[in-house]
């Protein structure tokens, strides 16, 4: 068994707080990203990447070993926030069922009701449209709300989704920033 193995199930603790514009939702933590205890965390991952590009932070956050406590703070300050629409670490998205994201999602709307942010992006078109039950459903901002808040879909930052670049990920990452006011 490798070391990652033993996070398989750990949870990542969320960050949100007091005025919370924007919320970050991925599908569910890595082993690695459990490991660690820090989103979106395994290198390679383009999340940080595209954030900096997109404005959001000012530079590449390297989360590979955990969050620093001055971009934790950073991310606090401008009311960005980061969860998950599934709590439990696994190797891979797709270890997941359709019941674990349809009942994730009534999970994230009561965090959402609770932390109220303007915005709520989701990371991931396919895992969006099982967890909220929408087949139909394509990218960028959602017709319907979620407990309020503003909704979006954007692209996964995952390598798996390689034709996304960080270019574009960053694009629709700033579109939802300007949403919530993050970005002006």
């Keep these: 068994m490798s070391d990652l193995e033993l996070y398989r199930d750990a949870t990542v603790d969320d960050v949100a707080g007091p005025g919370l514009r924007l919320l ?8 690695w990203t459990a490991k660690v205890n820090a989103h979106f965390a395994r290198p390679g ?5 595209a954030l900096c590009a997109a404005g959001i932070t000012d530079h590449v956050v ?28 696994t190797a891979r998205a797709d270890e997941l069922s359709r019941d674990e994201l ?15 942010p303007r915005v709520v992006a989701v990371a991931g078109i396919t895992a969006y449209r099982i967890a909220f039950g929408l087949p139909r ?6 017709a319907e709300t979620l407990a309020g808040a503003r909704l979006w ?32």
């Excluded at 349809?102 to 109220?116: C, F, K, N, P, Y």
């Excluded at 459903?137 to 959602?142: L, R």
């Excluded at 390689?162 to 700033?174: I, T």
């Design 102 to 116: 349809r009942a994730g999602a009534d999970i994230l709307a009561t965090m959402v009701a609770r932390w109220e």
């Design 24 to 31: 970050f939702v991925g599908i569910n933590p890595s082993l």
């Design 62 to 89: 390297d989360a590979s070993q955990g969050m620093a406590a001055d971009d934790l703070e950073a991310l606090q300050r401008k009311g960005v926030g980061i969860t998950n629409v599934v709590a439990r670490a």
């Design 137 to 142: 459903a394509t990218p960028g901002e959602q």
């Design 153 to 184: 879909v954007v692209p996964n930052p995952s390598g798996l989704n390689a034709h996304k670049s960080v270019a574009s990920l960053a694009e629709a990452y700033a579109a939802a920033a300007r949403a919530a006011g993050v970005l002006a």
């Design 45 to 49: 991952n383009r999340f940080w990447p």
